[in-house]
């Protein structure tokens, strides 16, 4: 199983961004999908997380700029990003809770990342 993350990149304090992270292998079904990030020198945090359902959660501190959502169909989930800000840079990791088989436990899988820097 991959995860690959997409759509990071350098944007002006203001601006928008759309990650992508599609989950590939073999797959039976995927529960939770999140975003976390990690900033330079700091702890990785929860951004938000979407259940197959589409329920969401978002950090406290985070609501209102972030919109998380899924495609089920493509075992993708996406993260919207407006008003960027100069703290928002970080290295944006997807997450996946999922199982290989009906029969099979749930796993969790990490995407290798993708940067986001904001900058004038």
């Known amino acids: 199983v991959q995860l690959q993350a997409s759509g990071g990149g350098l944007v002006q304090p203001g601006g928008s961004l759309r990650l992508s992270c599609a989950a590939s292998?073999?797959?039976?079904?995927?529960?939770?999908m999140a975003w976390y990030r990690q900033a330079p020198g700091k702890q990785r945090e929860l951004v938000a997380q979407?259940?197959?359902?589409?329920?969401?959660n978002y950090a406290d501190s985070l609501k209102g700029r972030f919109t998380i959502s899924r495609d089920n169909a493509k075992n993708t989930v996406y993260l919207q990003i407006n008003g960027l800000r100069p703290e928002d840079t970080a290295t944006y990791y997807c997450?996946?809770?999922?199982?290989?088989?009906?029969?099979?436990?749930?796993?969790?899988?990490w995407g290798q990342g993708t940067l986001v820097t904001v900058s004038s």
């Open positions: 997450h996946a809770d999922l199982r290989l088989y009906a029969w099979g436990p749930t796993r969790s899988y």
């Open positions: 292998g073999t797959i039976f079904d995927i529960n939770t």
């Open positions: 979407i259940t197959s359902g589409s329920s969401t």
